[in-house]
């Protein structure tokens, strides 16, 4: 079997089959020449050969491509997979790596809409994979049996990378140095914001934006769906239900709310749009094989599919999103990007000649079920895929099969690429749904359309340090379930973990009833005013621990048992670290009026019920029975750790900012480094970044001191230190800030 090993530190290997397609999900080089001998000395060099020095996996080729097999010990756990059904630990599962356009997340769901193929093992033996292949691939992991990862590759073209640092955070960050820094959203993408399908016209956003702000409800975005566009033909506006659109745009500017569109990647086949008329005239959609242009339905019937692999196309694409930013919108939402196709005409011809052969006959139950088949299953089907081709810029063509999982993420490449042509120094708010490993690079994600089931909820906190992973720190699920009726306790556990999620977007399907937290009850409407104003308060925080985990890479949301080496830490899958100073344990099931929590280490609790009070008490290590009433979500601050907030405001650039108050759980000596910049522009690479150190500790006399320092320009000017210690004092001080 021939294969090259390719080496990016000593902690990184990878293997290479055949010639893999150009995924460009790793931006990090090969180590060459004297840097490869530095490493690994004179004799370590670029090897092919026949057996495969893998540290711990076995990979074999056969017929029908390659696989790679690791027995499990007793105890291994499997994190990662990206955005996928499960919990933390995905062992005893199985997954196929498939961008689907997936409505109903059921337990047994193999694909949802990102195709993440990196794994962490933990256990008898710590390493990470990632299977660098824009296919279909199995990950059965110990699903079949329960002692063994199996994973078929079905091709001799691929890119296996192995990861061998010490312990699974370290294996993480490997990974993430490799696929490069991800998107930054602007700051005020941090806020909250409302999403439906759809708010049909005007009056409608208007009616919602006067609600929330009626209702004290801090809101930065609202969300148009596909019902603004005129027939569903993307970069177009309904003229009469969005008419004097840019007009409009800026009057919700001055009231603090940006409009934030749907793009669709289907383009309405339509002799009078211009969009289709040139993508057609250029030959910019997807061909079939004899070169026609390939056309299924998505929402506005027959569609085209621009064909994202060209660069050409990409930058034609980019530049459309000029029709809305010409007009005041700065953020995007790009869907049906798998891209999801409800049915070809040749898929719909079928079913309905198999119809009529039933017609008119007594079927029986086999014929009955393969005839409701044909109908269920016309969308997305595998034939209509294969019939997809993509031209590529060495002349080749290749079909979608082999590279499906790209074809969403770089839609969101073509929206990146145009925004910078547009405006290399703003900061665009662009979030897609379908995803692979390199669209962290261009946007964010949201998770699809969950329901509003509590199992959701929890699938959220599971997915959260998954996707992380995969460089996904922009990302949030449809907050209350975009499918079916949310319950008024339902959307408040879900704000209460969601408060901690960078997106944070309620959002619900047509025909469900209203979502927006003024829709339910009084008390309701209470707390979720009092856990999204806690969100507010949050911002500096949630926006400083971002930045250090885009830059560092690191993850917002880790996992305890990747973070402490205590057996009890290990089974814990409903509480994460948010941050480096925060623990958050949700409530995750109905009528509870509590939860059960593991604390690793002494914490600070701070039981939040009033987004501007604190209610504080020290937890010592161990296990813990904690009553949290519906109005009270649990906030963990660990020791010697600072939490920075500010006032909440209707939204986020209305925030003061002139004065900053800390949190401070001291044990011997906190730190914090807080770190600004302009929110809304790249300048912080060129430098233009600014940061407050905070540090509390004791004195030779045992004294708490405190030192606040700062760096470049910053807003703030006084800090208030509640400092808790060990003993439960507190002490409350003022700083100025020269
Ligand atoms: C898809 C999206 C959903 C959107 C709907 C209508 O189902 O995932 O968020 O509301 O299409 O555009």
Not at 6 to 27: D, Y
Not at 191 to 215: I, M, P, T
Not at 396 to 417: C, F, P, S
């Amino acid at each position: 079997m021939a294969f090259s090993i390719q080496r990016f530190s000593a902690s990184v290997t990878a293997f290479v089959f055949g010639h893999p397609f150009p995924t460009e999900a790793v931006v990090a080089k090969p180590l060459q020449g004297q840097e490869l001998e530095q490493v690994f000395g004179s004799s370590s060099q670029q090897v092919a050969g026949s057996s495969i020095p893998s540290q711990y996996v076995s990979i074999t080729e056969a017929d029908d491509g390659i696989y790679i097999r690791y027995s499990l010990a007793e105890g291994d756990a499997i994190y990662g997979v990206g955005q996928n059904m499960g919990r933390l630990n995905k062992c005893g599962q199985l997954f196929k790596t498939w961008c689907s356009d997936e409505f109903r997340h059921l337990p047994d769901k193999a694909s949802l809409y990102g195709a993440h193929p990196f794994l962490v093992i933990k256990g008898e033996n710590n390493f990470a994979l990632f299977i660098d292949y824009p296919g279909e691939m199995t990950l059965d992991l110990g699903f079949s049996d329960p002692s063994q990862i199996s994973i078929h590759i079905p091709t001799h073209h691929v890119r296996i990378f192995e990861f061998t640092a010490a312990n699974a955070k370290q294996q993480v960050r490997d990974f993430r140095s490799l696929i490069g820094q991800p998107y930054i959203p602007p700051r005020w993408a941090f806020g909250y914001q409302q999403c439906r399908w759809s708010y049909y016209d005007k009056n409608a956003v208007n009616e919602v934006v006067e609600k929330l702000r009626h209702f004290d409800i801090p809101c930065d975005s609202v969300y148009l769906d596909i019902d603004y566009m005129e027939e569903f033909k993307d970069f177009t506006l309904d003229p009469h239900r969005f008419s004097d659109f840019s007009n409009w745009v800026a009057q919700l500017r001055q009231q603090g709310i940006r409009l934030i569109p749907i793009i669709d990647a289907g383009v309405k086949v339509a002799d009078n749009y211009s969009v289709y008329q040139e993508g057609h005239e250029k030959g910019y959609f997807c061909k079939t094989e004899t070169g026609d242009e390939f056309q299924a339905a998505v929402w506005p019937g027959l569609c085209a599919f621009p064909d994202f692999f060209q660069p050409e196309v990409r930058q034609w694409w980019g530049k459309q999103y000029q029709f809305l930013t010409d007009q005041g919108i700065d953020g995007f939402w790009n869907d049906m990007n798998e891209p999801a196709l409800f049915y070809s005409p040749q898929g719909l011809q079928q079913a309905i000649s198999h119809a009529e052969q039933c017609k008119d006959k007594n079927i029986g139950v086999h014929e009955f079920f393969q005839l409701k088949g044909a109908f269920e299953n016309l969308s997305n089907r595998r034939e209509d895929y294969q019939a997809i081709w993509h031209q590529l810029e060495d002349g080749n063509r290749i079909n979608h099969e082999q590279v499906h999982n790209l074809y969403g993420q770089k839609m969101t490449q073509a929206a990146d690429e145009g925004f910078k042509q547009l405006n290399p120094d703003k900061r665009y708010l662009m979030f897609s749904r379908a995803s692979a490993i390199s669209g962290h690079r261009y946007g964010g994600i949201w998770l699809g359309d969950n329901h509003s089931w509590w199992e959701h909820l929890k699938l959220n906190v599971a997915m959260m340090p998954g996707v992380n992973m995969c460089g996904y720190l922009y990302s949030g699920a449809d907050v209350g379930g975009f499918a079916g009726n949310a319950t008024s306790e339902l959307l408040c556990r879900w704000i209460q973990f969601a408060v901690f999620t960078p997106l944070l977007r309620n959002h619900s399907c047509m025909g469900t009833r209203d979502q927006e937290p003024y829709a339910f009850d009084e008390n309701a409407l209470t707390i979720m005013r009092q856990h999204i104003k806690l969100r507010y308060r949050l911002i500096p925080y949630l926006y400083s621990e971002f930045m250090q985990a885009a830059k560092n890479n690191e993850n917002l949301f880790w996992p305890l048992p990747l973070e402490y080496a205590d057996p009890d830490a290990q089974n814990v899958e409903d509480q994460l670290l948010v941050g480096r100073a925060l623990m958050c344990a949700p409530v995750l099931e109905q009528n509870a009026s509590g939860r059960y929590v593991y604390l690793p280490e002494n914490m600070l609790l701070w039981k939040v019920r009033q987004h501007d009070k604190f209610d504080l008490k020290i937890m010592p290590q161990g296990h813990h029975y904690l009553p949290l009433e519906l109005a009270e979500m649990a906030l963990f601050l660990r020791p010697d750790s600072i939490l920075p907030l500010v006032d909440s405001a209707h939204h986020v650039e209305a925030q003061d900012l002139s004065s900053l108050e800390c949190l401070v759980y001291l044990h011997s000596s906190a730190e914090y480094v807080l770190y600004h910049d302009d929110g809304v522009t790249h300048n912080w690479q060129h430098g233009a970044q600014a940061s407050l150190k905070v540090k509390v500790f004791y004195d030779a006399e045992n004294k708490i001191q405190q030192d606040v320092t700062i760096e470049g320009d910053l807003p703030y000017r006084q800090v208030k230190l509640t400092i808790i210690d060990q003993f439960e004092q507190v002490v409350v001080r003022h700083i100025p800030i020269a």
